[in-house]
């Protein structure tokens, strides 16, 4: 386990996180060529709408060896839509890199990945790319992510030149300069520069652990040994965020960047407490000592030619082909097939994978991304994953009719390989709705339905879920009487309708007395009364909260009917609607809006004006953080206005509340779209 670095690359969109991947495997000779994104030919971004989009939209691996140690790299997108591609690399590694672009600075999308994953207890690292590039500035960038965020990123690396005069990096704790892979001496210029950030870096060391704080203070400095073994025991404790600085397309400091991996961050062994639940209580595993199989499948997808993948990291025991296993979130058990070591598009098979290490089954029957593979009598579960909550929503349906019976298993398979994406069925406005954290994640979706399963779909804001209920009260009666030859219909009964409270839902009061209607045809008023309610009376919309009490009424001995009761009670309703001043409800959901401060007048302003309400404002580290209620009406495309309101940096979470009253003139609308339809 000492042997094993697991890495997950994390942050800006273009910062180029794959393409020093690439120049890493080749530099590490685990790959004869690098591979370039503008050529469409990388070994970590190989999906057909990855190389067509010349971005990162899935997690990748990369297994390869650096100096006899085994480094698994993570390579997340850098899109806020793909967040449990992100999650999904946190959680199966002991340190996130975040990557910066030198020439961009501190990014929209740099900022959404630390939001994510700030609260994950992991360690952290920052990689300063791109230093080649025009407009490159190490320490702008630095400051800006300090000025912006709760992150306290601490140079282990610094750059020697910037722009097209990047030629290397001094490594702090070395003391040396490393120029084109050579080792050289600090350039005289940079000597008071290196000294001032060596000691920011020993009082950072010295203030992690109580012991090193002691000889810091009697010194004044750490010994360079002390300085080497307190920086790896603070980055692994997360008190320590090293900075690293590179370019990935000249080639510089890759290598050097390889030995920090191995020098300076946790290996499994460093970070071996593992939290988990047994018998439904929170308990710390250290899987240095626990001999019993504890893996964790943290990204699992379908491929086209092999089917259905799992990537596992496994932290105590051993994974073997042939062994059964227990998957405790599907209350079932599994049984492992072939495993691979995975560099990217590439495969190479195995027949075990050791404890730290990770690898990839192929067609686990139940197994799925964020489930447990343990021993089969383990007690042990993971704890559940905390996903971001949907934010966007698109109705989902097949151009071709005879497509209709294939979407539903292909979306099921999609939904596997990202939990932040959702189904489901609304009964109400007879629609797929899916739900999910940004237009890029539903669009890739909808690619994948056509690249994989040849399924052409088409996406569209959903129908708004109102309801019908009533606010005064209503006393009628209603006969229903048919004579066309033979048997008729006869039914007539005497309803009191009054409003109930929100949520109450329906309640039906037999007042009946001295017989004047059966016993036997009250299931079939009841009945009528469901079914009406059930298709709307005003919009087409369903009834709720309201209570019917029959009172009266009367039959006929030969024409009187279950139907009967049921046509005289439906229409019944209807007529009770004419007076009792029906309304239409709507859902309101209540958001949390995270915002920078400088947006919030803005923010407040477009909330007013999508009929919102304003509940209160907290701060929350750098940012601002208002509460409010919006209706759903309004919230369906609120996603892409607020991404435009803020330049990208806003956000918000949402959940259901309550249905309210839809304003009167909107309601008015709402009803004439219904009647012409039914026209």
Known sequence: MKDIRNIAFVGSSGAGKTSLIEQMLFNAKATSRVGKIEEGNTVMDFSTEEIEKGMSMSLSMANFKWKNKTINILDAPGSADFASEQISAAVAT??????????????????????????????????????DSEGADFNKTLEAIKENTDLVPIPIFLPIGAEHRFEGIVDIIKGKAFI???????????????????????????????????????????????????????????????????????????????NAFIDYLPSPQD??????????????????????????????????NVGDIAYVRVYSGELKSGMDVLVPEKDSKDKIGSMYHILGKNRHETDIVMPGDMGALVKLKNGRSFNS?????????????????????????????????????????????????????????????????????IQYLQKKLKSRFKIDAVLKLPAIPYKETVKGKADVSYKHKKQSGGRGQYA??????????????????????????????????EKGLKEIMGKGIISGHPVVDISVECYYGSFHDVDSSEMAFKIASSQGLKKAFEVAE?????????????????????VMGDVSTRRGKILGMEQKG????????????????????????TQGRGRFNQRFSHY????????????AEASKREE
Do not use: C
């Open 492 to 525: 007539e009964v005497y309803f009191k309708v009054n409003p109930k409270e929100r949520g109450e839902g329906f309640e039906f009061i037999d007042s009946i007395v001295g017989g004047v209607i059966p016993s036997k045809f009250l299931p079939a008023i």
């Open 94 to 131: 002991e340190t996130i890199l975040f990557m910066a672009n030198a020439a961009s600075g501190f990014e929209v999308t740099l900022e959404r990945s630390i939001e994510l994953l700030e609260e994950i207890n992991i360690s952290k690292g920052l990689i300063i790319n791109r230093m």
């Open 373 to 441: 593979l343990l021993s089969p009598n383990s007690p042990y579960r993971f704890p559940e994953v905390d996903l971001p909550t949907t934010v966007y929503w698109q109705t989902v349906k097949a151009v071709n009719q005879s497509d209709e019976d294939k979407i539903g298993a292909a979306l099921s398979k999609l939904l596997d390989e990202d939990p932040t994406m959702k189904l489901e069925m609304n009964s109400e406005t007879n629609e797929n709705v899916l739900a999910g954290i940004g237009e890029q994640q």
């Open 622 to 645: 750098k940012k601002q953080i208002l509460n409010a209620q919006m209706p759903l009406a309004e919230l369906f495309n609120y996603y892409p206005a607020l991404k435009s309101l």
């Open 660 to 671: 309210e009253k839809v304003p009167d003139e909107i309601a008015a609308r709402i009803i």
């Open 180 to 258: 084109k892979g050579e080792q050289r001496d600090i350039p005289a210029e940079m000597a008071t520069l290196v000294e001032e950030s060596k000691l920011s870096l020993m009082e950072a060391v010295a203030e992690s652990d109580d012991a090193l704080l002691e000889k810091y203070f009697e010194r004044g400095e750490l010994s360079d040994e002390e300085l080497s073994r307190g920086i790896k025991m603070a980055v692994a404790k997360g008190t320590l965020m090293p900075v690293f600085v590179t370019s990935a397309t000249k080639n510089i400091a890759v290598d050097e960047l390889l």
């Open 271 to 304: 970070k071996h407490e593992l939290k988990m639940f047994k018998d439904k209580k929170e308990v710390i595993v250290n899987t240095t000592t626990v001999k019993d199989l504890i893996a964790y499948i943290f990204k699992s997808f379908s491929d086209p």
């Open 582 to 602: 029906p309304i239409l409800l709507e859902p309101i959901h209540e958001l949390q809006i995270i915002i920078p401060t400088e947006y919030m007048g803005d």
